[in-house]
């Protein structure tokens, strides 16, 4: 644990009855100052962390850690927390003034200090004006401003936010992206959103957790993230990938689809069977006898940027290709790639071995001295 660190589970279980665990011995820790994303499918557990922090839950085993102190039996309202939930949760008998003021009465500040935070949280959230509005008046995304400023006039160390913009349309989640992305760069507090959208989640966060059946799979950057999945469930969950059945002949060379061919990973047993993932965008169609490997095109759809065709090579493995050329369906095209767009999965590898194996490759470097 370093000073930056303020909130640490340590080997945190949830369980309700006999059920099987919500969240099974999961340890983390959430540094201050930086937008965390939890990231997952219904039921992965990231709510469950959420309401954990939080303090609407206790964990069945294992301790949580608030600036260094145990929190597990404080009161929610005792925690330097506040929590923007998916509807809000504001009360339309109040205007906007009167719903971000309504922690502050609670607290029982003068009415020069409430007025004074209130209309700063206001500006904050670019709402300065809308103080005498009705709720039923303000859009989907005001609402939302007017949310985060009642947890922000709280001046909380760490605002929880719990699937947020699913409401919104999508223009609009696009535009509340960056605002709230912008909000915490200004704030300078610690963000931890919930969301089981991937893109949201690689658009706005400085970290990721990657979530799955109550454990956290992967986290890192979104880039390391996106680049590097740990397993099969990351590399498909986190954007569109080719995952694809391999074996790693030696170092820098991996077999699959019939052929052996040039990648970056090392540090594997010989022959080992492993799975390998290449993301559509890093697939260039070439002519036939130029790719490096041969599908034949079954479909094809225009997505706006670029083109989406589906194929399988003589194998039988599908391929997903992004590309901006067009294909003929019933063709057979070649495929091109980069060697550093191979990435190796091994099987059953924990995050802590997955680590040391990539920082092994920057310590020796790459193959043939690139």
């Not at 790639?337 to 310590?363: C, G, Q, W």
Request: hydrophobic letters at 40%; aromatic letters at 8%.
């Amino acid at each position: 644990m370093t000073d930056q660190t303020i909130i640490r589970f340590d080997r945190v279980t949830k369980q309700y009855d006999n059920d099987s665990p919500v969240l099974n011995d999961v340890s983390f820790e959430i540094e201050r100052g930086k937008f965390y994303t939890l990231l997952g499918p219904s039921g992965c557990g990231k709510t469950t962390i959420l309401r954990l922090i939080a303090g609407f839950i206790e964990p069945s085993k294992g301790n949580i850690y608030f600036n260094g102190h145990i929190i597990n039996n404080v009161p929610a309202n005792k925690r330097q927390v506040n929590t923007v939930f998916q509807d809000y949760a504001l009360f339309p008998h109040l205007n906007v003034f009167e719903n971000v003021a309504f922690g502050l009465r609670v607290k029982k500040l003068g009415k020069a200090d409430i007025n004074a935070k209130v209309n700063e949280a206001l500006r904050f959230v670019n709402l300065d004006g809308y103080g005498s509005r009705e709720i039923t008046e303000m859009s989907g995304g005001q609402r939302q401003r007017v949310a985060i400023a009642r947890a922000i006039v709280n001046e909380p160390e760490i605002i929880l936010l719990d699937e947020p913009l699913s409401a919104l349309d999508l223009k609009l989640r696009t535009e509340m992206q960056y605002e709230l992305r912008e909000l915490q760069r200004r704030l300078g507090i610690t963000f931890i959103f919930v969301t089981h959208d991937q893109e949201e989640a690689l658009a706005m966060s400085d970290e990721i957790f990657v979530l799955h059946e109550g454990k956290i799979q992967q986290s890192g950057t979104p880039i390391d993230i996106y680049d590097e999945p740990i397993n099969r469930f990351v590399a498909d969950f986190v954007g569109e990938s080719n995952i694809i059945p391999g074996r790693m002949t030696q170092d820098f060379v991996v077999e699959f689809a019939g052929k052996s061919f040039e990648c970056v990973d090392q540090g594997l047993n010989p022959n080992e069977p492993v799975e390998l993932v290449i993301r559509p965008e890093d697939l260039e169609i070439t002519t036939h006898s130029q790719g490096k490997l041969q599908i034949r095109v079954e479909s094809q759809l225009f997505r706006g940027v670029h083109y989406e065709i589906l194929g399988f090579d003589a194998e039988g493995n599908k391929w997903l290709v992004h590309s901006t050329k067009r294909a003929v369906v019933g063709e057979e095209i070649g495929l091109d790639f980069d060697p550093e767009a191979i990435h190796v999965m091994r099987f059953n590898e924990t995050e802590e071995e997955f680590d040391k194996r990539l920082e092994s490759y920057s310590e020796v470097g790459a193959p043939h001295g690139e």
